[in-house]
């Protein structure tokens, strides 16, 4: 595993909706390099801090690398003023993926809440039929990569909590449906708190195996400065670790949500 | 170019390359910005932060951005001194740079304890944090008064022979008075600055960022707090002034050393920029030769002061 600093031409840049920006760079030796579920330190000019974000998809033929993120404040709204043709800084890729394939056989659920859905788009192309997309929104006007996911051949099943388009709620029943349908090697999940504790529950309940990808502020992104912590229970015993290095991905058996 | 001119530095009778430290905290124990290149490209490294015991840190979030700068609130998580001696050390080792301990406790007993079993390394030198602003006990209380900061440095200079640097705090009335007390005691080296506390609070939810509410305010926003102090500071003292806070470039490098500084250290600035002590060392070699100045230790408190 090994990451780069470098700067990157921006090839595609897209809106995928209100403030969300999908980016796609040429960056050989990084998509060379990527796993599925790592992350990249975007550097916004004017800011110290860098601001992670998640590698959606990877074209390791192509050399290139996709980034999805939403405006949320002052940092990702200066990222998102970069055009096709100017050049990204970014520091990548980082931190640990997702296990995958699955260490068992069988078909995959990947679960993913609003800006949560982007990183689990590479497990869907690798699982085609054999995945079940369930992807959550807070309405339809803010449904993101659906069309990305149905592309790959998964089952995508849209919720959103308004009702507004496909099944009217949290992706909690529809996990519960198909986890009882059998046969789910892995779940594997990124969204807001509260959804991935519910995930991790459910899997647990199911005896499934499952995954969770955690966020967290930040400084470093590359393991040096212990700001980024997060709880595991490993032997037994809490251990306090980094997001970033050790993360972002954590096993649902040992994390503390 | 018709000559190559020496960036290396001595400082406490140890050889530096170059004047670059990465500075504690931020650059971990030297083994994760090594896919970028290796740590010998450093003059040395201060090592985060060890206590007697391992621990912890706090709750977080433990970072905030602010202009400029940023907040943290790590609370001094590390590994414990044994793990620092048994697994990092011999790992330093093997890298040709000069490797600093940097050491914090709660009571005089764990900063001695801790001294002694470095005392038993091949670790080059201890810099004592005697004012981290993110643990409720210790650490910043001895840094803020003459007489605390000079017991802890009268206990850790008995406990052993290895160069002492003692790291201050800039959140005092008077800088050069603590400066003074603890080179009365034994001192090598002073280093400073340590963070500024701060705080910030998001409106929205009038919760602070920090979990901790409050952190140590570092990056290019205290720089000219920095420098101030390490002028002060080099003018008062006669042992050797290593000097840090918010430097991001060679130029800022160059006037923290014209301020008074025998050695600089980066933190903050290589979070935005991993290459950045690198691009300093590159930007003070061209600053001396365009000077004509053959070694970068002629430029140390140089300042022309009004
Ligand atoms: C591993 C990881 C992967 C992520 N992947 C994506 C993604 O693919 N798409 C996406 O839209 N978002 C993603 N995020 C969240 C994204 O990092 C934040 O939305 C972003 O940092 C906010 O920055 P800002 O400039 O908009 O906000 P500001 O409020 O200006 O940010 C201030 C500081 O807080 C930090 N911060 C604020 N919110 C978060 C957060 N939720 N997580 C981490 N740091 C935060 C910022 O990085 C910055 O340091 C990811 C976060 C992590 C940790
Ligand atoms: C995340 C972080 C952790 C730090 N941890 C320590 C520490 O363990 N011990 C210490 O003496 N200083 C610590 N510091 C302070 C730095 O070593 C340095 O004094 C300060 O950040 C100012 O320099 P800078 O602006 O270049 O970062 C830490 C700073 C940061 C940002
Ligand atoms: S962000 Fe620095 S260790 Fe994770």
Redesign the pocket.
Known sequence: MSFFCNSYPIVDKKALGEGIYSYTLKCPEVAENANIGQFVQIKAEGYMLRRPISICSVDKGNGTMRLVFEVRGKGTDKISELNKGDLMDVIAPLGNGFTVPAKKDGRVIVVGGGIGTPPLLDIAKLYGDKCTAILGFRSFDKIILDKDYAKTGANVIVCTDDGSTGVHGTVAQPLADELAKGDVAAVYACGPTPMLKAVVAAAKQAGVYSEVSLEQRM??GVGA???CACTVIRDGEEKVVRVCKDGPVFSGEEVVL | MSFKPDISVDVCGKHFKNPVIA????YGFGEDYTDLYPLSDLGGI?C???TLNKKDGNIPP??AETPS??L?S?G?Q?PGVDKFINYYLPRLRKQDTVVIA?I?GAVIDDYIAVAEKLDATDVDMI?L?I??P?VKQGGATWGVTCEGAASVTRAVRKATKKPVIV?LTPNVTNITEIAKAVEAEGADSV?????LLGMRIDIRTRRPILHNNVG?L??????PV?VRMVWQVANAVKIPVIG?????TAEDAIEMMMAGASAV???????NDPYAPIKVCEGMEKFLAEQKIEKISDIVGTVKPW
């Not at chain 2, 280093?191 to 963070?195: E, Q, R, V, Y």
């Not at chain 2, 840090?244 to 991001?248: C, K, Q, T, V």
């Not at chain 2, 250290?265 to 979070?271: R, V």
């Open positions: 400084g470093c400065c212990v700001v | 500075a504690s905290g931020a201060s985060k932060g060890t433990r970072i700068g940023i943290n790590v001094l590390n940097n914090a810099e944090n004012s981290c993110n790291k280093s400073l600055i340590n963070t140590g570092s990056g290019p926003a205290v720089f920095a840090m806070g918010g430097i991001a250290q980066m933190g903050t600035a290589i979070f």
